[in-house]
């Protein structure tokens, strides 16, 4: 079997890519990032002989990338909520073009199975309770509209082409190699430097956490499983943003008093209060997470503060 990663020097994608190596050692990968950056690449640095590296950008001319493969795992996605804010171009352009363009490799190709990852933020806020997949989607920024209008194009090309898809939408991902700008390093990297900790608004907006290597199992589970649909993959272990700095300070053992309070307005204007995603269903399909929140932000935590080389 050969499996194409999409994204794959990104976050998640390379974790999934080492997951895929370890319990999958058989599969042959085909991985494909946008550009070759040194930092990037030190997330798979240590199996990078291990797979077919492709380097290249999904908006333009991808053509062939997908012969020979069997399976198609597209995290390929700029994800960043602030960025999307100030400029849209790029996010549509990558998130849906991009998308658009591999689907139709897919309608050429034909893989057994296309994989999209997806976010809860597709959704918007929840004020109680929890999504469920066939709940309405009500995107709020251009980061989460993009990846909704993403979503929509997959499941276009299963009803219209008869194209075999999973689409998996999750929550907050954390864990080792996570982009220094992202909240969770960004954090520890402040904490571990004495600066204060930026905390939006009142700090009470809250996210569900789920550890990167848990959203790889459960990928996995849905492909053995032969799945086909929309699937939340989560841990459903929920935090105010708050806490989570109040968490990683107490790991690193600073003082509370290195929190500061952000005015957010003009950040993320309209900022979406509560995420929650209901996962009974992937859940009925016998996967559960292995990390809790507690030891997998102790751990990831742990790992800032040993490779500070990331952070910088």
């Not at 402040?190 to 789920?210: F, N, Q, S």
């Not at 989560?234 to 790991?251: H, K, T, V």
Request: charged residues 25%.
């Amino acid at each position: 079997m050969r499996i194409l990663v999409t994204g794959c020097l990104g976050f998640i994608g390379s974790h999934f890519i080492k997951y895929t190596l370890e319990n999958y050692p058989n599969i042959a990968i085909r991985g494909f990032a946008r550009n070759s950056s040194q930092r990037n690449m030190e997330r798979l640095i240590s199996c990078s002989d291990k797979i077919e590296l492709i380097y290249g950008d999904l908006s333009e001319d991808i053509s062939g990338l997908l012969e020979g493969v069997d399976i198609v795992v597209n995290f390929a996605a700029k994800t960043f909520v602030d960025h999307s804010i100030k400029d849209p171009a790029p996010f549509v352009k990558s998130n849906i073009l991009g998308t658009y363009n591999l689907l139709e490799q897919a309608r050429k190709y034909r893989p057994a199975l296309f994989v999209q990852v997806s976010t809860d933020e597709v959704y918007g806020s929840i004020a109680e309770g929890a999504y469920k997949e066939d709940d309405r989607m009500n995107p709020t920024n251009p980061y989460s509209s993009t990846k909704a209008a993403a979503d929509m194009m997959v499941v276009s090309y299963g009803n219209t082409y008869n194209l075999p898809y999973i689409i998996t939408r999750t929550e907050n991902n954390y864990g080792h190699f996570q982009h220094p700008q992202k909240v969770f390093p960004a954090f520890v990297k402040k904490a571990l430097a004495g600066e204060k900790l930026p905390v939006y608004g009142d700090g009470k907006h809250r996210r569900m956490w789920l550890r990167v290597e848990d959203h790889c199992s459960a990928i996995w589970h849905l492909i053995n499983k032969e799945a086909r649909g929309i699937f939340h993959i989560a841990g459903e272990q929920e935090l105010e943003n708050l806490d989570l700095a109040r968490m990683i300070l107490r790991f690193l053992d600073r003082p509370e008093d290195q929190i500061e309070f952000i005015d957010d307005f003009n950040i993320r204007p309209g900022h979406d209060r509560r995420y929650a995603l209901d996962v009974s269903k992937l859940k009925a399909l016998g996967w559960n997470p292995v990390w809790t929140l507690e030891e997998g932000i102790r751990d990831a935590v742990e790992w800032y503060e040993d490779n500070l080389w990331w952070l910088k």
